[in-house]
């Protein structure tokens, strides 16, 4: 079974800084990925998602994130954050093929933007 | 219409009552899932429903009863319920089940066992 990692547990910015949001997977096979953000109050939104390709995807309010194979990885980057970012952001990673092909979410990262 | 929609957005019960969460899409999408979230948690795969037929139960108690009346709608019937069953209970749904496609989530119910 598949397993995602999320070492941030709680990352707090000052508007303007650079974010990087950590996100590791353990599978033997290939992989979807998936970053999801839950703002405050609200639902679970997708913001980029990763299938096949170019391994450095682009989603909407300019976020991107960069798969990296050789790491299992597939950080979460923005380069200057605004207040509006404070929320709770998944990775979640699913299996390409098999039966299993289910969502695993990582644990969250909470991430705070200080005006 | 990329909208998934679940009624009610609380709901509190007693461990003795009988209640029911719905939760509709207008999609088209053909693969439905009931997750649970408790708070700062990720959410946690409950049930999976695959063209109208139940396809994983991610061994959850028997007090939740999953029902898929057709395509558009997906019920969480509950009963004898316990006060660590208070969470966060999400409604997704996808073209495809699994991880193919993008899952587009429910605002939730909010579920207090009292």
């Known amino acids: 079974a598949q397993s995602v990692s999320q070492h941030n547990h709680h990352v707090i910015l000052s508007e303007a800084a650079s974010l990087e949001l950590g996100c590791n997977y353990s599978?033997?096979?290939?992989?979807?990925l998936f970053w999801y953000v839950q703002y405050p109050g609200q639902h679970l939104q997708l913001l980029l998602k990763?299938?096949?390709?170019?391994?450095l995807v682009k989603g909407i309010k300019g976020f991107e994130a960069e798969f990296i194979k050789s790491k299992f990885s597939f950080n979460l980057r923005k380069p200057s954050v605004q207040w509006s970012d404070t929320a709770e952001y998944f990775c979640?990673?699913?299996?390409?093929?098999?039966?299993?092909?289910?969502?695993?979410f990582g644990s969250g990262t909470q991430l705070t933007v200080l005006p | 219409d990329t909208e998934v929609t679940q009624t009610p957005k609380h709901l509190v019960m007693g461990m003795t009552n009988k209640k029911s969460l719905k939760c509709e899409q207008h999609?088209?999408?053909?693969?439905m899932y009931w997750y649970k979230q408790k708070a700062k948690k990720p959410p946690e795969l409950m049930f999976v429903?695959?063209?109208?037929?139940?396809?994983i139960n991610e061994s959850v108690p028997s007090r939740f009863s999953p029902e898929c009346p057709n395509s558009s709608l997906l019920n969480l019937h509950l009963h004898a319920l316990q006060p660590e069953d208070s969470a966060l209970y999400l409604c997704?749904?996808?073209?495809?089940?699994?991880?193919?496609?993008?899952?587009?989530f429910g605002p939730g119910t909010r579920l207090t066992v009292t």
């Open positions: 997704a749904s996808s073209q495809r089940t699994g991880g193919l496609d993008e899952q587009y």
């Open positions: 599978y033997g096979g290939t992989v979807n």
């Open positions: 990763y299938f096949s390709g170019d391994p």
């Open positions: 979640a990673v699913s299996p390409s093929s098999g039966s299993a092909r289910q969502l695993t």
């Open positions: 999609m088209g999408h053909r693969a």
């Open positions: 429903y695959s063209y109208e037929k139940l396809s």
